[in-house]
């Protein structure tokens, strides 16, 4: 039964990537995060209808696409992705679909030297937490969706410069809340290593348990390396992304603990996925403001 339904769903597949669907609709955008949904929506009008792949709490590192997904893929004629191997278990089909629908990466359109490396010749996908360089990818969403709806060209460029105004305010706003945190206090540490594009921006040292991606492993001499080094700096708190387990912090929580020392766990930070939808937490924005007030008030 089960090799059926996984045959019937490689056929499915196979479908959507052979040939150009008959249900495809014209202004239906596709965006893979809730951050690049964020974008797409804030930046289109109401003859667009945009959707997303993965919602709140998912992370996209370790995400498998759904029937439900190959029926969005299947409706889209334009895909916003992030790229750098963010959606690692999707990269093939996003690339098979690029020979009949429009698939735009921002990742793969910054440049290089303001990426940060992550071995070999992989970069570090989190960009969305370096403002500037999310500015950039807003652009890049933008015009190419001015050269595929020309028609809609003036809403959409009015609509972008009104949306990286607002980056441009969170930016300013969110850089003086950071500023009061002392300088010996200036280490965030997260469960994955998702922070670095932000510490950069930010001067703030960036510490994780896994590397950039979720599906890497880490072992009980990791753990033993961060609680010597939060004992030795003497850190205030943990801080667990809304896509992750608390219990691998925990544990360092739990190290630092037996060793007579104490730190805070604080749930809630988030890092790959926005919160839900419909509240402020579930736009970029709000996003983005929540995890600096947390992070503010857990280290000053
Ligand atoms: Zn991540």
Known sequence: MVYIVKLLFFLFLFQLIACKSAIEEKNYILATTGMLYDITKNITDSTFKVDYLMGEGVDPHLYKFSQRDLQKL????FIVTNG???E???NFVFEKLSRNKIVISV???VEKN???KSGGNLHDPHIWFDLDIWESCILVVSNNLQKQYPDRKYIIQNKTTNYIS???KLKQITKKMLESIPTSNRVLITTHDAFQYF???NKIEVKALQGISTASEFGIKDVNELVDFIIKRKIKALFVETTLSSKF???VQEGVRSKGAKVVLVEGLYADAMGELGTKEGTFLGMYESNVRKIVENLK
Do not use: Q, Y
Not at 74 to 77: D, F, H, I
């Open 74 to 77: 299947n409706k889209s004629t």
């Open 84 to 86: 750098l191997h963010l």
């Open 88 to 90: 690692g278990k999707m």
């Open 107 to 109: 990742g793969d359109s």
């Open 114 to 116: 303001k990426l940060i």
């Open 166 to 168: 607002e980056v441009r």
């Open 199 to 201: 510490g950069k921006a």
């Open 249 to 251: 912090l925990e544990a």
